[in-house]
């Protein structure tokens, strides 16, 4: 009842749904990428208030009749679901899913150098990048946004956090996004984080 609630709380209107596009109902995800572990992370996130919902259709039963943003769900993929192209590349999309990012940072980590686009590749809604260097960028660092979801932290209170205790990160500017940047920390400075302490007061 409590996972039930979770959703039902969220009053989204009924919309018509065909195919997954930007918005994705909870059935596909699941059957597209998200499997079994994913789920259980989509749902953990419902009940902790970390992701809403954004309509709901009737075609599928229950809580699998959801609609999210398909940003959204692709975060909560398993790593194992996330397959490289047979030459090595992932698209932004499928780097993004590994990173637990939106598509429009590994945009801007690639616009930075941070991550570099392979020789000769022509742009395109499929844009690629090598799966080793998202690979290694991940077992190096991790996202702010993550952390303030796994530990339920406001972003706002650990940005500020972040920026007043001078944490060294590296800052990525998003495309299309004036000013905004995501924030990353590399996994031993985030590991010595006093993340209790920046939990806001009752």
Do not use: W
Request: aromatic share 8%.
């Amino acid at each position: 009842m409590k996972i039930k609630h979770a959703f039902e709380k969220h009053a989204v209107a009924v919309k018509e749904y065909s195919k997954p596009a930007e918005i994705i109902a909870l059935r596909h995800a699941v059957k597209k990428y998200l499997r079994r572990a994913g789920l259980v992370a989509v749902i953990r996130a419902v009940v902790d208030g970390n992701l809403k919902p954004v309509g709901y259709t009737q075609r599928f039963p229950g809580i699998t009749g959801y609609l999210f943003l398909a940003d959204d769900l692709c975060k909560y993929r398993p790593l194992s679901a996330v397959k490289p192209h047979p030459e090595g590349f992932l698209n932004y999309g499928e780097a993004a899913a590994v990173l637990e990012v939106e598509s429009s940072v590994i945009r801007g980590m690639v616009a930075q150098g941070i991550l570099r686009a392979p020789a000769g590749h022509r742009p395109g809604p499929s844009k690629l990048v090598r799966a080793a260097e998202i690979q290694r960028f991940a077992e190096q660092y991790v996202s702010a946004t993550v952390l303030s979801r796994r530990f339920n932290i406001n972003g706002r209170l650990l940005a500020r956090y972040l920026k007043e205790s001078g944490t060294p990160l590296l800052a990525v500017p998003i495309p299309g996004k004036e000013r905004e940047h995501a924030r990353f920390l590399l996994r031993d400075v985030a590991a010595r984080l006093p993340l209790a302490q920046i939990q806001p007061k009752n």
